[in-house]
C-alpha cells in the first residue's frame, strides 16, 4: 500500500514541524542529507554518521550521495536556499564545509565525465567546485595485472602527494590516511567498499576493522560519511558484520509487481536507532524514490512493508 509523500518535494509545510519527539534543544547536531522528505521524516543523520548506502546496481545508492553532496553545497553557497534544497526540517544543523570524494579505482576525470552526463543544471558545476578528490588507484591497481600507467595519478600530485596516494601504503590503508586528511568538519564519499571486498589480497577482517575505527573517528568530525556498497559481492555474514560496523545502513532496490507495468526504485531504511526510534509507525516502511537530471534523487511517496 502506498501513500503520497509526507512532504511533496519543493512544497514545504507552513509549520516546519518535524515528527520528532526530541527537543530540538536538547537533541545533538545533526547533518541535513538534502534529501527533504528524509530529512522531515528522521531530522537527517546525526553528525559524525557512518552512513552505508547499500542496494542493486543502479538502484539509486551512488545518486543519493551525489545529490547530498549537491544539496548541502548549493546550500553552503547561499544559505537563503535552505528550504529549496533541504526543506523544512529544523536542527540543530551542521552543515559540511566541502565535500570529500576517497575513489579506490576510478579517477577524477571518470567521476566528474559521469557526473556531466547524469546530472544538469548547477550540479555539476557545484561539485566540481568543492570538490576534495582522492585517487586511491595507484594502492588498488599495485601488484595486479593492471599496468601501473593504467592507473598512475599524474606525476606533479603523486611528487609531493601524501601516504595515502602511495602505492606501497596498501587500499586499505590508503583509504584510512585519505580519510583522516579530508574527513573533518566534511562530508566524505568512498566510492567504494564493493571494490575493496572483490579485490585480491585484502581480508574482510581488516576492512571490518577500518570500518569500527572509522566510525570511532568519524564523530570527532561533526560531518558524515557515506560508504558505497553494491548488493551480493560478499556473502551475506560479511554483509552483516559491516551492517554492524556503521551507524546507518540505507538499502536501495528495484521493485516491480503485477500491478505496475514498470519497475521503480525503492529506499529502506534497515539500521538507524537515532532514526527508527522517532519515525512515526506508518512510516515504518520503504521510501518509494525517483531520479532524473535536473532534481538528482527525489522521494515521491512511501509504501508501507
Known sequence: MATDSPRPYLYPTQSGATPSAADPEEAPPRVPSGVPDFDYLTGGFPAGSVVLLFGESGAGHQEFALTSAAHLMLRFDDPRLHRFYLGNAKGPFLYPASVSYLSTSRSEVQVMTELRAAFAGVYPEVLRRHLVFRDLSPTYFADTVVPSDWASVRSPLLSGAPASLRPDAGPVRALADAAEETGPKNLVIVDSLTDLLVRDGIAAGDLLTLLKGLRRRAKEWNGIVYLLLSEGVASGAVEQAVFDSV??????????????????????????????????????????IRINALNGLVTTQYERV
Do not use: N
Open 247 to 288: 551507524d546507518v545502513v540505507l538499502h536501495f532496490a528495484w521493485q516491480s509487481s503485477p500491478s505496475r507495468s514498470h519497475r521503480q526504485r525503492t529506499m529502506l531504511i534497515r539500521k538507524s536507532m537515532p532514526v527508527l526510534a522517532h519515525l512515526p509507525a506508518e512510516y515504518l516502511g520503504r521510501f518509494v
